[in-house]
């Protein structure tokens, strides 16, 4: 049986009239920007992570360049970012006049460091940017000790957990993408920032609107980025679920354990405390391309997300050129995500690891 490597629709299906009504009432309110629904959404985000406040933006790569500037970031300064993630954790740093510091990876984890970020850190370092990639959550309070203000990418990690608490309120700031396929995914673009810092926090509201306080004087060249009342309205009335989902993904990962798919490939470690919500379920092999040929052959979704790491990418080269990532590079080498979802079965797993067994042997044993 084909297993797609998404399913955003099943988990959806008993939500279908909520989502109507919640539609409708934007509607009936005749009411589009910055209106009831984001407010009431951005005080239930707030809650839902534990920070003190919660702002709407357009996407979840224009959150990460205000709350950047919001933290203080700009011309000269530098922010030390991971080269394996998705190209807008770097790409949303030169906007705001700073420079992008690639560091390495623990290959186990997908996620940064203490040790990976310090080996990056500068005197220019005005910021870390720690991902929670995949939905693993990285170690923020190891990192903030080197000294060092950290903002969350916490795009992928919508309903994560970690000992110190949720994405969204491990660090200075933090900062979600609600991308159709995310964890918690509007129907459209729509992004967060989270912060229980005051000044931060005003300083966003700012810049979202033209970098204005009252639409009518101006104190900053802003962005015109805000989270609209339909997506709002629809991300509303999906959050008291976020958790069941979350529960459903973390199950999930666990039917691939119990179908053995740790004798073919090499599973996702959490970080050490982290329960993650899987965005992305990412194996490794030293032979990925054997594995992506059986896959295909047995109609499994699957996909290589970050074969060139951003510190690679042409845009990138005037500061990443000469970085030493050993592990990054691995991991791009080695990396394949394979079905994740919050409906995924344990049939379903059971079918991955029956196409990625290997007649040849070549996956016989985990490397």
Same mark, same amino acid.
């Given at each position: ?121 500068? +005197?220019?370092?005005? $910021?870390?940017? !720690?991902? #929670? *990639?995949?939905?693993?959550?990285? /170690?923020?309070? %190891? ?126 470690? +959490?970080?050490?405390? $982290?329960?993650? !919500?899987? #965005? *992305?379920?990412?194996?490794?092999? /030293?032979?990925? %391309? ?78």
């Amino acid at each position: 049986m084909a297993v797609p490597l998404f399913d955003t629709s099943t988990a959806l299906l008993p939500l279908r009239e909520q989502l109507r009504a919640a539609v409708a009432r934007v509607l009936d309110s005749e009411q589009y920007i910055l209106g009831p629904e984001v407010s009431a959404f951005e005080q239930e985000f707030a809650a839902y992570c534990g920070s003190e406040h919660a702002i709407g933006v357009a996407n979840g790569t224009e959150a990460i360049t205000i709350a950047l500037r919001a933290m203080g970031v700009g011309p000269g300064d530098e922010v030390v970012v991971p080269s394996f993630t998705f190209y807008a954790s770097a790409e949303a740093i030169p906007p705001t006049g700073a420079t992008p510091v690639f560091c390495d990876i623990d290959p186990d984890t997908y996620c940064v460091t203490a040790d990976t970020v310090s080996a990056a850190l500068t +005197p220019r370092t005005k $910021a870390v940017i !720690a991902v #929670h *990639l995949f939905g693993n959550v990285a /170690p923020v309070a %190891e990192i903030e000790a080197l000294g060092v203000p950290v903002l969350e990418d916490a795009a992928q990690a919508a309903g994560s957990t970690a000992t110190a608490g949720r994405p969204g309120a491990l660090g200075t700031a933090a900062t979600f993408s609600f991308f159709p396929s995310k964890n918690l995914g509007c129907f459209g673009d729509g992004g967060m920032i989270t912060t229980s810092d005051q000044a931060v926090a005003e300083r966003v509201r700012t810049l979202r609107f033209h970098g204005s306080r009252d639409k009518v004087s101006y104190e900053l060249v802003g962005y015109n980025s805000r989270l609209d009342e339909l997506q709002a309205a629809i991300l509303r009335t999906q959050l008291p679920h976020l958790d069941t989902w979350a529960s459903g993904r973390r199950e999930a990962g666990r039917h691939y354990e119990n179908a053995g798919l740790g004798e073919l490939v090499t599973l996702p470690r +959490p970080v050490d405390g $982290a329960e993650p !919500a899987w #965005h *992305l379920y990412v194996v490794s092999h /030293p032979h990925v %391309e054997r594995l992506e040929g059986l896959l295909s052959a047995g109609e499994v979704g699957h996909k290589a997300y970050y074969r060139t790491p951003v510190h690679r990418q042409p845009p990138m080269l005037q500061w990443g050129a000469g970085a030493e990532l050993p592990c990054t590079d691995q991991a791009a080498r080695t990396h394949l995500a394979i079905p994740m979802s919050p409906v995924l079965t344990a049939e379903q797993a059971a079918d991955v690891v029956a196409a990625a067994t290997d007649p040849s042997s070549v996956l016989s044993s985990a490397p």
